[in-house]
């Protein structure tokens, strides 16, 4: 009497995963949407961690002094202070960002509009408009 074996967790609209070889390795690969992720957020996030860890560190300032250690309030400042500048950088860009997309217009379907990276991190001006192929591999594919 075989039991079959139903999955721990029921698929809810996962991805699907395939297997993709380079070389004499094999990775699973989910076919996902990259987030569009400006910074902001992120950056705001670590910004206000580190003015909480200013702050709970503030009362001990006596025994940090003491012990050698005041290293660890001025490092938490420091945090704070290049997140303050990180906030801006990344609003700035997030603001040059949407200028350029709305300057530039919508892409034609069917094109790819992403651009590679100069040597210096910045994008090019000229977007690399080539047709989408989905079915062309990258490696060799296999589905699961």
């Known amino acids: 009497m075989a039991r079959t074996k139903r999955p721990r967790v029921p698929e809810l609209g996962r991805p699907e995963i395939t297997e993709?070889?380079?070389?004499?390795?094999t990775h699973r690969v989910a076919e996902v949407e990259p987030m569009d992720?400006?910074?902001?957020?992120?950056?705001?996030v670590g910004t206000v961690l580190w003015a909480?860890?200013?702050?709970?560190?503030?009362?001990?300032?006596?025994?940090?002094?003491?012990?050698g250690r005041t290293w660890w309030l001025w490092t938490?400042?420091?945090g704070?202070?290049?997140?303050?500048?990180?906030i801006e950088y990344c609003k700035r860009r997030?603001?040059?960002?949407?200028?350029?997309?709305?300057?530039?217009?919508?892409?034609?379907?069917?094109?790819?509009?992403?651009?590679?990276?100069?040597?210096?991190?910045?994008?090019?001006?000229?977007?690399?408009?080539?047709?989408?192929?989905?079915?062309r591999p990258v490696g060799r594919r296999r589905k699961n």
Do not use: C, H, K, Y
Not at 20 to 25: A, D, M
């Open 37 to 44: 992720v400006d910074g902001v957020r992120t950056m705001t």
């Open 94 to 135: 997030r603001e040059a960002l949407r200028q350029r997309a709305t300057e530039v217009g919508p892409a034609p379907a069917g094109t790819d509009t992403t651009t590679a990276p100069t040597s210096r991190g910045e994008a090019p001006s000229i977007p690399t408009d080539r047709p989408v192929d989905p079915a």
């Open 76 to 78: 938490a400042i420091a």
């Open 52 to 67: 909480i860890a200013a702050i709970a560190l503030l009362p001990f300032w006596g025994n940090l002094q003491d012990d």
């Open 20 to 25: 993709l070889e380079l070389g004499r390795t």
């Open 80 to 86: 704070l202070g290049l997140g303050l500048m990180g």
